[in-house]
């Protein structure tokens, strides 16, 4: 599950729609709807933000200062809206008023609406995108140090190498690179380019692609 959806129905829970509509007077249901439509936009555009080195050092700046690992819906419900509201500024800058207007008239709340809800969740999408941060860097610290483990027993195999040659391991890797790139033109041919812009707007939506720059940042 990517972390979009996993935020999305942390948020959307009858404990967290509750805690979004005590504070914002919007209805359970209204407040399910707005975070579905919001989180994906809000996630773009994280995404774009973190592209640059200074956009993801300032955003793992603000990660470390949000690290609350109560519930997402306790954390609505204590939410600081003010912390909330200068969260979302930084996020969509001068997209912020385009972005809530366009959200409104998709959920038929009102512009203040609107921002009342982001303002209240965002505490808790930072908290959560902290968590998530901090898990997949441990994920890829582990991965690394078994695959130096996997490793060690082949740094001797020498002659492992010499037998693969001798038993025709060059033809075949030519084989298989002609194969790769015959592969490559037909998938350039056939709409490759295309699949792979749609995987990356994917990735810039589902959180997959934020995850990876800030790891790099490490």
Same mark, same amino acid.
């Given at each position: 599950?990517?972390?979009?959806?996993?935020?999305?129905?942390?948020?959307?829970?009858?404990?967290?729609?509750?805690?979004?509509?005590?504070?914002?007077?919007?209805?359970?249901?209204?407040?399910?709807?707005?975070?579905?439509?919001?989180?994906?936009?809000?996630?773009?555009?994280?995404?774009?933000?973190?592209?640059?080195?200074? #956009?993801? !050092?300032?955003?793992?700046?603000?990660?470390?200062?949000?690290?609350?690992?109560?519930?997402?819906?306790?954390?609505?419900?204590? *939410?600081?809206?003010? /912390?909330?509201?200068?969260?979302?500024?930084?996020?969509?800058?001068? /997209?912020?008023?385009?972005?809530?207007?366009?959200?409104?008239?998709?959920?038929?709340?009102?512009?203040?609406?609107?921002?009342?809800?982001?303002?209240?969740? !965002?505490?808790?999408?930072?908290?959560?995108?902290?968590?998530?941060?901090?898990?997949?860097?441990?994920?890829?610290?582990?991965?690394?140090?078994?695959?130096?483990?996997?490793?060690?027993? *082949?740094?001797? #195999?020498?002659?492992?190498?010499?037998?693969?040659?001798?038993?025709?391991?060059?033809?075949?890797?030519?084989?298989?690179?002609?194969?790769?790139?015959?592969?490559?033109?037909?998938? *350039?041919?056939?709409?490759?380019?295309?699949?792979?812009?749609?995987?990356?707007?994917?990735?810039?939506?589902?959180?997959?692609?934020?995850?990876?720059?800030?790891?790099?940042?490490?």
């Amino acid at each position: 599950m990517s972390l979009l959806s996993t935020l999305i129905g942390s948020m959307s829970t009858d404990e967290s729609a509750e805690a979004i509509s005590r504070k914002t007077g919007v209805s359970k249901s209204l407040t399910s709807s707005l975070v579905a439509a919001a989180l994906p936009l809000l996630f773009k555009k994280l995404t774009s933000n973190a592209s640059s080195q200074q #956009g993801a !050092a300032s955003l793992l700046g603000a990660l470390a200062q949000h690290t609350d690992t109560a519930s997402v819906a306790s954390q609505i419900a204590n *939410a600081d809206t003010a /912390d909330g509201n200068a969260i979302i500024g930084h996020i969509l800058g001068s /997209d912020q008023a385009a972005t809530v207007s366009q959200l409104a008239a998709q959920t038929n709340l009102s512009e203040e609406q609107v921002s009342s809800v982001l303002g209240n969740i !965002a505490p808790a999408l930072m908290s959560s995108l902290s968590a998530a941060n901090t898990e997949n860097v441990q994920a890829q610290a582990a991965a690394a140090v078994q695959s130096l483990e996997e490793e060690k027993p *082949a740094s001797g #195999g020498g002659l492992g190498s010499l037998l693969g040659g001798i038993l025709g391991g060059g033809s075949s890797s030519s084989a298989s690179s002609s194969s790769s790139g015959a592969g490559s033109l037909l998938s *350039a041919l056939f709409g490759g380019k295309k699949e792979e812009k749609e995987e990356k707007e994917e990735a810039a939506i589902d959180g997959s692609s934020l995850l990876n720059l800030l790891l790099n940042m490490k």
